[in-house]
């Protein structure tokens, strides 16, 4: 049934109408074309490596820790997180770099790189082997659904 004014409400206040959720995503596209444009951009970095070797006490402690750093627990933040396994050959670690219009994707690989082996030393452990994969946030599709 095609949405109409019922008993004088206008169309757009009506909830469910098709026509309030075009008009809704016609204000909302309205708005963003308001929004100042920062000159940069946000990239979504994965940097993978492994642990220098361990001696038993930085086994020990890692392992104790080992449940605050499960993969389950792996979010894309500014801080990072650092995600392993219990077998302790690897890690993983996701984190948002911001750059701006010059910085090149050497430089937001170097700086999560950099954050990585921060957040590993944090640990009590050394790493090697980085290698960092990363996506510009303004480069994903995101396909939505046709809505009846």
Known sequence: MPCRSVAGVPLRELPGCRSNR?????????????????AGTTYQVIVRGR???????????LLARADEHDVYRARFTEEGTVTYERSLLGFTF????????EDGEAVVTGRAEALAAAAVAA???????LTSVSTDLADIKVRRRAHP
């Open 123 to 129: 640990l009590g452990a050394g790493h090697r082997d």
């Open 22 to 38: 075009l008009a809704r995503r016609s204000l909302v596209s309205r708005q963003s074309r308001r929004l100042p444009t920062v």
């Open 94 to 101: 996701r984190c948002l770099v911001p750059a701006t219009g």
């Open 51 to 61: 642990f220098a070797p361990l001696g038993d006490e930085q086994r020990a402690a």
